[in-house]
């Protein structure tokens, strides 16, 4: 079974920066888009970025110029460099992938634990 392990959540103060991390779980045959979404209490979960496995990106006006999203390829693993935080990216930050798990299993969606951004003002 795959899995998207995250990390690098946790409490920052306004127009600080944190970075976040998702991996696989284990060797898989090949994986697609991936990215990362967020949920705040209340709210529908809303895309934040997104990036193919040839590097083109898509994100949220939201934060536009605020955030960025590498990716490794050959380690599997997708990012999310957070600057300029503010208090409204408070939320539930969730990594993911469009994952061929094997050559023969068909393509499937996974979705990491999701990891607890909180900017304090």
């Known amino acids: 079974q795959v899995q998207l392990v995250e990390s690098g959540g946790g409490l920052v103060q306004a127009g600080g920066s944190l970075r976040l991390s998702c991996a696989a779980s284990?060797?898989?045959?090949?994986?697609?888009?991936m990215g990362w979404y967020r949920q705040a209490p209340g709210k529908q979960r809303d895309m934040v970025a997104t990036i193919t496995t040839g590097g083109s990106t898509n994100y949220a006006d939201s934060v536009k110029g605020r955030f960025t999203i590498p990716r490794d390829n050959a380690k599997n693993t997708v990012y999310l460099q957070m600057n300029s935080l503010k208090p409204e990216d408070t939320a539930v930050y969730y990594c993911?992938?469009?994952?061929?798990?094997?050559?023969?299993?068909?393509?499937?969606?996974?979705w990491g634990q999701g990891t607890q951004v909180t900017v304090s003002s």
């Open positions: 993911n992938a469009y994952v061929l798990p094997g050559a023969t299993t068909g393509w499937r969606n996974y």
């Open positions: 284990r060797s898989i045959f090949a994986i697609n888009a």
